[in-house]
């Protein structure tokens, strides 16, 4: 989802027709003296309970949920005292506004089905809301429920001033199921806002903290650009959050939902598909006591358990797929990591013989002789080359010249260690670099090679034998020789096989310090 800019700015002529308007919801004394009371932080307890204390139906409503297993009280509680001594003073003041404003607006709307699928909506987003709080250990979880509440309440102030809802007039996917998001979309074509914007406006007029209203203006946009430091990014995502899982209750298309929300749920709460069900368990566990301490329908115990069978299946296909993709995934990256080897090797490599190419060896050359001179370590290097081998070619083709050239590098391969590095190092010459080997095993390998390649029985080129010899220069390498590098390696072995040739070819020659 693109971020998105909110500011509390409505148009000029929405923002008239809303102050002009006499039936918009207003605010009981009640709310009023708790609004008053929240913005005192020298406010005591006794304080509050004065407050409500006046409004029997709202002190029992305090006095129940102080009881219920959301504050996880062994016993009743029994006087209002109690209660808020039970819930804090912060969350005092924020569950009484909580039930004050919704009995207030419950008492000044109408029970056609618009509206009870609006409070249906706003205390199912709410328990959400206050059960994401729990998940993130926050101190005021109150806040997240009151934020979550009247996330929507813009719907009602657009029908209360006789607003025109676009809604009624927007072409939806479905006809029969209208989601809130094709609302939000349809507002926002219409209008340029949405009723978040409207709510946010209208909480403000009501003089509610801030960080209420800022949230309720983001909580139809998950990444919400608003200019505040009251209300944290954190916060306003987790109530916009509230409002799209509210809708796994809500919505027929609960696959679509879950689906779509699931990236955010991993993101914002670190839940796997297993835990997020047992989030949907614990929202949905909390919903007949929210319905009877707001005295509001939500959802009959059938519905409830259709829905969580639905997302517990959808949730269980999508931890499946996701282990099939992570499978594909891994087939994929496996699969790109070899060609990715390959590329590699045929860089490294010299496309006729097979062996490392000059590029590789040099580069090979000067890690193990760094290795050595650190572990104190002898190297050894010699130079091969191919005895007469432009006859070879003069004669045979430069097809029996690289048919030469390929075995004699099948043979070195076959003779050296597994530890050793063989490289065409250009036209007839070949490199070998032995690794932790002094002058002495060095001298005493190449010549076994020699002996070896001589007994053969030569190399068949255009079914003729061709008997083949090879001159080698070697040099070594000892760690108490702090004036080499690998540069001057090569080049004393080149020396030494200058002399191998000067001497009639066939001979192997050690490099002789002066």
């Known amino acids: 989802m693109s971020q998105c800019h909110k500011s509390l700015e409505l148009p000029a002529e929405i923002e008239q027709q809303l102050s002009n308007c006499n039936s918009l919801p207003s605010l009981p004394s009640v709310v009023v003296r708790i609004i008053e009371a929240s913005k005192d932080p020298e406010i005591s307890l006794a304080e509050v309970a004065d407050i409500v204390s006046p409004d029997p139906a709202l002190s029992a409503k305090l006095l129940k949920i102080a009881s219920s297993p959301a504050y996880a009280r062994a016993h009743q509680v029994t006087t209002l005292r109690d209660a808020l001594s039970v819930l804090g003073l912060n969350a005092s003041l924020t569950v009484g506004l909580s ?6 607006l419950q008492s000044q709307t109408s029970d056609d089905d618009g509206f009870h699928h609006f409070w249906k909506r706003s205390i199912i987003s709410a328990t959400v809301a206050r059960q994401i709080g729990l998940v993130l250990n926050e101190k005021n979880l109150e806040e997240f429920f009151l934020a979550s509440l009247l996330q929507d309440i813009g719907m009602l102030a657009v029908s209360c001033a006789g607003l025109t809802d676009p ?31 409207i709510g946010a406006w209208l909480l403000k ?12 203006l983001c909580s139809h946009c998950k990444d919400c650009n608003v200019s505040s430091e009251i209300s944290s990014r954190e916060f306003t995502q987790c109530v916009w959050l509230s409002g799209v899982l509210s809708d796994i209750w809500l919505d027929q298309d609960r696959e679509r939902i879950i689906e779509e929300h699931c990236n955010s749920v991993q993101q914002l709460l670190g839940m796997n598909q297993t835990a997020f069900y047992e989030f949907i368990s614990q929202i949905d566990s909390q919903l007949p006591d929210m319905a009877s301490l707001f005295d509001v329908t939500l959802l009959d115990e059938k519905s409830r358990e259709q829905i969580l069978n639905e997302a517990r299946d959808i949730l269980v296909d999508q931890s499946l797929k ?57 190297l050894s290097l010699a130079f091969i ?19 030469v050239l390929q075995n004699i590098a099948r043979f070195f391969s076959s003779q050296i260690r597994q530890q050793d590095s063989l490289a065409r190092y250009g036209g007839d010459e070949f490199l070998l670099l032995l690794h932790n080997t002094d002058e002495d095993d ?4 190449l010549k076994r090679i020699m002996t070896s390649l001589q007994s053969s029985p030569g190399i068949e080129v255009n079914q003729q034998l061709i008997r083949v010899t090879i001159s080698i220069g070697m040099a070594s390498f000892t760690p108490d020789d702090k004036s080499s590098s690998p540069r001057q390696l090569i080049e004393e072995a080149d020396k030494a096989l200058y002399q191998s040739k000067k001497s009639g070819r066939n001979t192997l020659t050690r490099f002789q310090h002066a």
């Open 99 to 104: 039930f004050s404003l919704v009995s207030s």
């Open 167 to 197: 809604a009624d007039d927007c072409e939806y996917q479905d006809s029969n199921n209208k989601t809130h998001f094709e609302r939000v979309r349809c507002e926002k074509s219409h209008w340029g806002i949405d009723h978040s914007d």
């Open 205 to 216: 007029s009501w003089q509610l903290p801030e960080k209420l209203y800022q949230a309720v």
């Open 322 to 378: 996701l282990i099939q993709q992570t499978n594909q995934r891994q087939q994929e990256i496996e699969s790109l990591q070899k060609k990715a080897q390959n590329i590699a090797q045929q860089a490294n490599s010299d496309h006729l013989t097979g062996t490392s190419n000059r590029k590789h060896i040099e580069e090979l050359l000067a890690t193990e002789f760094e290795i050595s001179r650190r572990r104190q370590r002898p």
């Open 385 to 403: 080359d191919i005895d007469n081998f432009k006859p070879i070619n003069d004669t045979y083709g430069h097809q029996g010249g690289d048919l």
């Open 442 to 445: 060095a001298y005493a390998l």
